[in-house]
């Protein structure tokens, strides 16, 4: 299978969330790239919309994982390892029970960490494409 396209653009991006969850429903593991500013986080918070979490969706720059629960008593775990200076900091945080567990897990700025992640993660590329729009890339395994 080639790689799954998914243009994104701000007054679709729900849309957009929609078709994701749906071509991808058999992973909860993701692992967003793309440039500062490409919409990762934006995308994420569509994508917590969509699996109606109940909590307010925020970037997890300071923190490093955000954790929220769905209306049906699912967990999603959000990360953004753009503050990450060693990899050992996610040891600190118990990252691998989050990775672990039966939850949704989204991780900003992967390339910070890549050797800890599974390969049960699916790469997803935000590419920038002009004009506003963008492009979501993907392979499933």
């Not at 769905?70 to 753009?82: K, M, R």
């Not at 910070?112 to 390969?119: D, G, N, R």
Request: hydrophobic letters at 45%.
């Amino acid at each position: 299978m080639g790689a799954i396209r998914i243009k994104l653009e701000l007054d679709t991006i729900a849309n957009a969330a929609k078709e994701f969850l749906d071509k991808t429903q058999a992973f909860k593991q993701f692992a967003f790239y793309g440039d500062m500013g490409a919409g990762k986080t934006t995308f994420i918070n569509a994508l917590c919309n969509e699996l109606k979490a109940l909590d307010l969706v925020s970037s997890p720059t300071f923190s490093i994982v955000n954790e929220y629960e769905t209306e049906s008593g699912e967990l999603i775990h959000h990360f953004d390892f753009y503050r990450i200076k060693d990899p050992v900091e996610l040891y600190d945080i118990g990252f691998e029970e989050y990775i672990d567990a039966d939850a949704y897990c989204f991780i900003e700025w992967p390339e910070k960490a890549e050797h800890l992640l599974p390969e049960t993660f699916i790469n997803v590329r935000i590419d920038v494409l002009g004009n506003g729009a963008r492009e979501l890339v993907f392979n499933l395994q």
